[in-house]
């Protein structure tokens, strides 16, 4: 595995692999004010301001956003003056095969198995397979905007990143390399409570890389809680535990950090059946020297509580105040929705885990203010729906009012616009930014985030799509629905 670094490189023949360290201070606990959004109708309300009509120079994007289809140019030249090829390969299914011979094999199969036979995942990929793209042409697509909206605030681009816990699975900065790509590009990034490094320490890599001004990170002002430097929402995602004191503990560090953000996941009260890890065994929190206890060995309330215990066994931080046992209801969502808007001033909860439209009804009467809509990657049940195929219900049921996000099997630009026609305000990717990092740490991250933003920026180009928000979002004449057929199993097209 590479030397990582959290240095700054931008092209992917040109690694920089010296070290900057790690000197940013503690953001301040001086709470800045920022209005947030609960109904979120500003999108569809610019798009019926804005109409398709493709020919028409008045109603071009307000943009630029920055030419992300430029990143393959440079791969291009790089290649053509110097003979610099990228290390991997940034197709998907290839990627994927490649990790198998970096890691071992717990760290593989912590990202990638799957519940069951694996009929979900595979029910995700299908499910893009059958939804297909409308090509527009004569189209000036000269100029585009690849900016949304989540919450009210604008991002640069609809894509952020997902939380996946033990991150130095991959990369011996675990959680720091992705946040700190996230920072530079301005691109929303989550945590998760199964980091293996502590919020603090996430956060200030985070800003860290926000404060690499570039076109992507300076595209619109935001002003995080407490000092922080990210230039979009920052989510902490929390698996709630059993013991209230350690969960208002982690909120209020989170908060203190300028995670303004909370995302409450709802689908992993218990561990999915997952053969292969039952295979070899593999829990990764139950071994001793496990980095995925981070958090809670960080957190003042849960080694008060259960430092000794610790010791002797490494699991208490996942067993007790995580996972198993406890199944949380409806009512319960209700206090912590109260006690982060008590704590944060007021700030957005997101609940991670729909794949229904009566559970995003559900949520919006709870008082959440958006929604992800994901079955976890097609980890925790066999046999289920593919989240693409329940997102147009879910987003008919409550997408005026709140935001959705969507998760679960994006690999490429294609798959960002079509859930974006079927009503998604943003997506999440997370095996993608994991197998890059496992390959190269920052440089790979950054290598396949920046060409999952030039896939879609290319698309966009040639496919006659100038706006992510007036010719893209909730437009369903983007889009057709081929029921028959499901593609190989390699998804290389075959003749």
């Given amino acids: 595995m590479a030397k990582d670094t959290l240095s700054t490189s931008e092209t992917p023949g040109d690694r920089d692999d010296s070290n900057t360290g790690d000197n940013t201070k503690v953001p301040d606990d001086e709470v800045r004010s920022s209005h947030w959004s609960t109904p979120h109708s500003q999108a569809s309300r610019a798009r019926s301001s804005h109409p398709r009509q493709r020919g028409d120079t008045k109603n071009k994007p307000k943009g630029p956003s920055p030419h992300y289809s430029l990143y393959q140019r440079d791969i291009f030249k790089q290649g053509g003056k110097s003979g610099t090829l990228p290390s991997f390969s940034v197709h998907a299914d290839e990627l994927q095969e490649s990790i198998k011979k970096k890691l071992n094999d717990r760290g593989y199969f912590y990202a990638n198995s799957n519940a069951g036979l694996g009929w979900t995942d595979r029910a995700n990929r299908e499910a893009f397979y059958r939804w297909r793209i409308i090509p527009r042409t004569l189209v000036d697509t000269n100029t585009r905007d690849l900016t949304t909206t989540i919450f009210g605030h604008r991002i640069p681009v609809p894509i952020m990143f997902a939380p996946i816990g033990i991150n130095k699975l991959y990369t011996p900065l675990g959680e720091l390399v992705p946040a700190r790509v996230a920072g530079e590009l301005g691109m929303p990034y989550c945590l998760s ?16 890389g926000a404060s690499e001004r570039n076109e992507s990170n300076s595209v619109h002002k935001y002003d995080g809680p407490n000092g922080g430097n990210a230039k979009s929402p920052r989510f902490y995602q929390l698996y709630m535990g059993h013991d209230d004191e350690i969960t208002l503990s982690l909120l209020n560090r989170a908060w203190k950090s300028s995670f303004d953000v909370l995302m409450l996941t709802t689908d992993t009260w218990q561990l999915g059946w997952r053969p292969t890890d039952i ?13 995925g206890n981070e958090i809670g060995a960080s957190d003042p309330v849960f080694m008060r509580k259960h430092r000794a215990e610790l010791a002797r066994d490494p699991g208490k931080w996942i067993d007790h105040s995580v996972w198993h046992g406890k199944a949380h209801t409806w009512e319960k969502v209700k206090w912590l929705i109260g006690e982060w808007k008590r704590i944060s001033n007021g700030r957005p909860f997101v609940l991670k885990g729909i794949q229904c439209a009566a559970d995003a009804r559900a949520a919006l009467d709870a008082g959440c203010t958006g929604i992800v809509v994901t079955n976890h990657a097609g980890r925790q049940v066999d046999g289920a729906v593919g989240s693409l195929e329940v997102l ?86 983007a889009v057709r629905y081929n029921p028959s057929g499901v593609p190989p199993r390699g998804e290389h097209a075959r003749l």
């Fill in 392 to 477: 147009p219900e879910i987003v008919d049921a409550v997408g005026d009012k709140m935001t959705v996000i969507f998760d679960s099997g994006v690999r490429t630009g294609a798959d960002v616009f079509k859930a974006l026609a079927l009503g998604a305000h943003a997506v999440m990717i997370g095996r993608l930014y994991v197998w890059g990092m496992a390959h190269e740490g920052v440089h790979g991250c950054r290598h396949v985030v920046k060409s999952l933003l030039a896939d879609l920026d290319i698309l966009m180009t040639v496919a006659g799509y100038r706006s992510i928000e007036q010719d893209m979002f909730r437009n369903k004449e």
């Fill in 279 to 291: 295979n070899i065994a593999n829990y990764t929190f139950y071994y001793p020297g496990t980095v």
């Fill in 193 to 208: 409570t199964a980091g293996s490094q502590s919020i603090e320490d996430v956060a200030r890599a985070n800003d860290e």
